[in-house]
């Protein structure tokens, strides 16, 4: 008779870092900065917000498919963030998943 292996708790936490360039806006011209003068054209907050979503249920699966725990953490930069209309409503949104 097979003896059925049953996995144990996850046992290895992975850091998961995420940068987001919300807006490639800037108000600021700093010597260093590396962006050009290319604007592509940017995501609305209902769209930022279902692919913020997918990413959690992306994380979620993750973690129940490889036993393991995410610690996932998401840094909004671009241009300038503060430009983004919605900034504050993407953030909580984040926050909450």
Not at 1 to 20: H, S, Y
Not at 36 to 49: I, L, W
Request: with cysteine; aromatic share 12%.
């Amino acid at each position: 008779m097979k003896k059925q292996i049953v996995a144990g708790p996850a046992t290895r936490t992975f850091d998961f870092f995420i940068q987001w360039h919300l807006t490639e806006r800037c108000n600021l011209r700093c010597r260093h900065c590396y962006q050009n003068s290319k604007k592509p054209a940017e995501m609305s907050n209902s769209e930022v917000k279902q692919e913020i979503d997918g990413v959690r249920e992306m994380f979620t699966d993750w973690e129940k498919e490889y036993n393991i725990i995410l610690s996932p953490s998401i840094n909004f930069t671009g241009g300038e963030p503060f430009l983004y209309e919605g900034l504050w409503d993407v953030i909580a949104h984040a926050r909450r998943r």
